[in-house]
């Protein structure tokens, strides 16, 4: 019985801590648009687009596809910077069989 009075009042302390961890509300920077080049690239209307990085090309550096919550194709950006800040540039959609992959809604 003692070990169980122990463990609840463990639990509340924990309870109590945790609740002080979430007090004060997140804090997030404003927005901002992806840049390929010179162009903005394309966010989904809904306001859920997806960018992914991943070393998508074998180069050892990030590049990007960007795919949305909404049906639409999916994009691929190519980092070409040597090193430092990523530079991409756009490479089209991205295809299987000549076809556009898209996604579907949800």
């Excluded at 019985?1 to 404003?30: D, Q």
């Excluded at 990007?64 to 194709?73: A, D, L, N, Q």
């Excluded at 430092?84 to 089209?92: I, N, Q, R, T, Y």
Aim: proline share 7%; net charge negative.
């Amino acid at each position: 019985m003692k070990l169980m009075h122990i463990f609840i009042v463990g639990l509340m302390i924990l309870g109590l801590s945790t609740m002080n961890a979430f007090a004060e509300p997140p804090v997030f920077n404003a927005p901002v648009d992806l840049i390929a080049g010179e162009e903005t690239i394309p966010a989904d209307e809904s306001g859920y687009t997806v960018p992914n990085l991943g070393d998508w090309d074998g180069d050892g550096d990030l590049d990007m596809m960007v795919g949305t919550f909404w049906e639409g194709p999916i994009y691929y950006y190519q980092n070409i910077a040597e090193e430092g800040e990523p530079v991409f540039e756009a490479m089209g959609n991205l295809q299987a069989d000549g076809e556009n992959i898209t996604t579907n809604f949800g």
